[in-house]
C-alpha cells in the first residue's frame, strides 16, 4: 500500500459515511478491514465507531472485521463509541456479538463507562452487567453536579488553585512580603495593574479554602515559574485556562506531575480525579471541557471560586519575578 493510501485511510473523518463509495471501492480491491492504519494504531472499525458511521460499520463487519480488536492504547470499537457518545453505532456494534464487559483501559470495559452516560439504559439489561456500588454512584452525582456549577464561567483570564497551603505562605514563596500586599478592593484591582510596572498576579482565599491565582493578561496557564514557586515547600496546584484551553498543568512540591487533556485517551496511570471529572470523554456526557477542567482543579485542590466572588472579592496584588519557565516533565 502506497503512503498516500496509508494517510487516506488515516486521515480524520476517512471511515465517515460520507466516504462509505470510496471505502466499498477499497475493500473490493482487497483493502484488509482489519488492518491498523497508519500512525494510528487502531483499525478502521475504530475510526468508524467514533464517527458514529454506522453504514461504514455494517459494511466493515460484512467484509469480514472483527468487531472486538484491541488498539494501542487496549480501547475496541465498542470503547470509542461509547467514549464518543454514538448511541447507533453502540447498538449495532452489541448486535455484532462485542463484548460490554471486556476491560479496555485501566481494567474498565466499555459498558462500565457507560453506566455512568446516557448510553446507560444500552447495557443495564445485558447479561453480566456490574453493579455499581451506591457510594461510587453518589460520589459521580456530586462531582457532575459540581461541574455542571461552572456552566455559566465565562472568564477570559488564566487560574490556578492551590491547595494544602495558606495564603500569606504562597505570597512569601512566591517572593514577596504578605504585610506589603494588601487587598486591594475589586474596584480598584485594574487600576492598579496597569499602574504597575512588573507583573501582578491577583490572589485570594475563596470561601471554603484554598487559593486562587488569577493571571488577567495572557492566554496561557500560569507560568510554570510560578506553579514550583507556589508548591515547593508542600502543596499541589492545578492551572489552565478554563475558557479556552483543553488542559490542566498539575504541580505538586516543586514539579509538574502531569499535563492531561480533556479529550486524551486515559490509562492505568491517570489520576482517579480525571476519571470522575470525565477527561477522556468525548461526547458521551454533556459536560464541557470548561467545565471538566474547572472541576478537576477543584477536586485536585479543594478550592472553589464563583464569577461573583472573582469581580466582588477583594484581592492581593503580587509582583512576581517569572523564573524557571521551562516546561517541566
Partial sequence: MTVSDNEWVGGTGAWSDTNLAEIRERLAD???PGQRLFWLRSTPL?????EGAVKVIELLLASGAE???ADSYGATPLWEAVRHGQDEAVRLLLAAGADPWRPCIAG???GLQALFTDLADLFVPLPGAPRVSPRLRELQDTVDEMMFSYEDYSEGFCIAFVGGVEEDEVIRRLGADPGRCPP???GALREAEHASPVELLRVATPPGGGVALIQTEGVLPVHDGVARLATTGGGVLAGAFPLA???VDIWRDGFCVARPSVYDQLSEDSLFELWMCRFGDCGAHPSTSMERILALMTLLT???VT???LWSAPMRLVPVELRGGGQDG
Fill in 184 to 186: 486591594v478592593e475589586a
Fill in 108 to 110: 474498565r470495559s466499555a
Fill in 307 to 309: 464569577e461573583e466572588w
Fill in 245 to 247: 484551553g483543553t488542559s
Fill in 30 to 32: 482487497g483493502f484488509d
Fill in 302 to 304: 479543594a478550592t472553589y
Fill in 67 to 69: 468487531v472486538d480488536p
Fill in 46 to 50: 475504530h475510526q468508524a465507531a467514533q
